[in-house]
């Protein structure tokens, strides 16, 4: 079969298409579809033209006539626009696999994956790709029982990709995560959850519940003017590029907002333990703890501001006093990522209204409480002792004496 670019071959069964079209059953699919080259964008906007075609005057057009207002529907019709509704009499099996696959802005030489469909539900499964943004793996579900009431659930995993490519392909990730735009490098990105979704198919931010795990080697931290502040202010070697050799970076989506949990970074001479909050309307607050640095005494400074344009500090006592003190949230991140995956995969057997409620959170819970922890972001801090205070100032004029400046800004 040939569809506008593409080009695919449809092999399977059809069942009850009759009892179907007059209301009266179901249609079954049972196939296997493999294309040569698949161009969903162009897919995805005939679908939306043909449902603004009125049914009523199709039936009396012939082929070139149909095929014009096609096309005169499809200038006027953006991809993806209309709500996608899952019709309730089809029941569908399919397994694909493609080649040469365009997708939104990604360009996927080799695709396969399973698709079910019913009652009312599309659940994704066992696909894996290899495209330009990096390689890919995904499942999911997209559900539309009424359309008050459309969900859908994740889990997805990105391998060497950088942020701008994250973005590009979910951009919602720059709201949960905005401070990733600053990295520069092949990231690794895992992200698990459900969510709401309004009738013109976008996220509903603040419904996202999930874990997120972004990780990568090799990389540099772009620097502002701002950011600049802080390196000068730790006496950094390099202070134009700030290069990292291994991170992760790991944390719960709930409530509308991002927790991030402590992670430990070494860049330059200093060893950090961080963690904080990013909240949904782009203000967040961060901790860092300096485990190692060239001054004899271990401090901290919190991040804080309504976005990244617009951001304070304030330096204290350290809140963390070494590696071994950080909280570890990586098996925990892991039994969460399993727990939603399984609600995926069993969407149908659990049935698709309890499914669609699971959205993860509840092994945290149960190790934050099992460790009593609390965030860093919610301790007091603690100012620095006089002799402290001292070797910071002079660490300073050190700073100055060499040419740099450093403009403090204090909590207000």
């Not at 499964?125 to 029982?145: I, Q, R, V």
Request: proline fraction near 2%; charged fraction near 30%; hydrophobic fraction near 40%.
């Amino acid at each position: 079969f040939s569809s506008g670019s593409s080009e695919f071959d449809f092999a399977g069964s059809i069942s009850g298409m009759i009892r179907a079209l007059l209301g009266r059953g179901r249609l079954k699919v049972d196939a296997k579809l493999v294309a040569d080259r698949l161009n969903c964008n162009e897919l995805l906007s005939a679908y939306a033209a043909g449902r603004s075609l009125d049914v009523s005057k199709v039936e009396d057009m012939d082929d070139e006539e149909y095929e014009a207002a096609m096309k005169a529907a499809e200038d006027t019709t953006e991809a993806g626009d209309p709500l996608i509704v899952v019709p309730s009499n089809v029941e569908a099996d399919l397994a694909i696999e493609g080649y040469d696959v365009e997708y939104a802005n990604m360009f996927i030489d080799w695709l396969t994956c399973n698709v079910r469909m019913k009652e009312r539900c599309v659940q994704v499964y066992n696909t894996m790709a290899a495209a330009n943004l990096g390689n890919l793996f995904f499942e999911g579900y997209y559900a539309t029982p009424d359309k008050e009431n459309i969900r859908t659930g994740f889990n997805f995993s990105l391998v060497d990709v950088t942020a701008a490519e994250v973005f590009g392909m979910v951009p919602q990730i720059k709201e949960l995560v905005p401070m990733l735009s600053s990295f520069e490098g092949l990231l690794d990105c895992d992200l698990a959850g459900t969510a709401r979704l309004d009738t013109a198919m976008n996220v509903v931010m603040p419904s996202v519940k999930g874990i997120m795990r972004i990780g990568g080697k090799n990389l540099s931290l772009a620097q502002d003017k701002d950011l600049r502040k802080i390196t000068r202010l730790l006496h950094f070697r390099n202070k134009k590029e700030l290069k990292i050799d291994k991170m992760t970076v790991e944390g719960q989506i709930a409530d509308g907002r991002l927790e991030i949990f402590p992670f430990d970074l070494n860049i330059d001479r200093y060893e950090i333990a961080m963690s904080g909050v990013q909240n949904m309307d782009m203000s967040f607050r961060y901790s860092i703890s300096v485990l190692k640095s060239p001054l004899v005494f271990k401090f901290g400074v919190d991040l804080y501001g309504s976005d990244f344009d617009n951001w304070k500090f304030k330096i204290g006592k350290a809140k963390y006093k070494n590696a071994r003190s950080i909280p570890a949230f990586s098996a925990t991140i892991d039994q969460e990522k399993v727990n939603l995956s399984y609600a995926i995969r069993n969407i149908f057997e659990k049935g698709v209204n309890d499914a669609v409620e699971v959205s993860g959170g509840e092994a945290i819970r149960r190790k934050k409480e099992q460790m009593g922890y609390v965030a860093a972001v919610d301790m007091e801090t603690q100012a620095l002792s006089g002799e402290e205070q001292l070797q910071m100032e002079e660490n300073a004029e050190r700073m100055e004496a060499d040419g740099d400046s450093i403009e403090e800004e204090s909590e207000e």
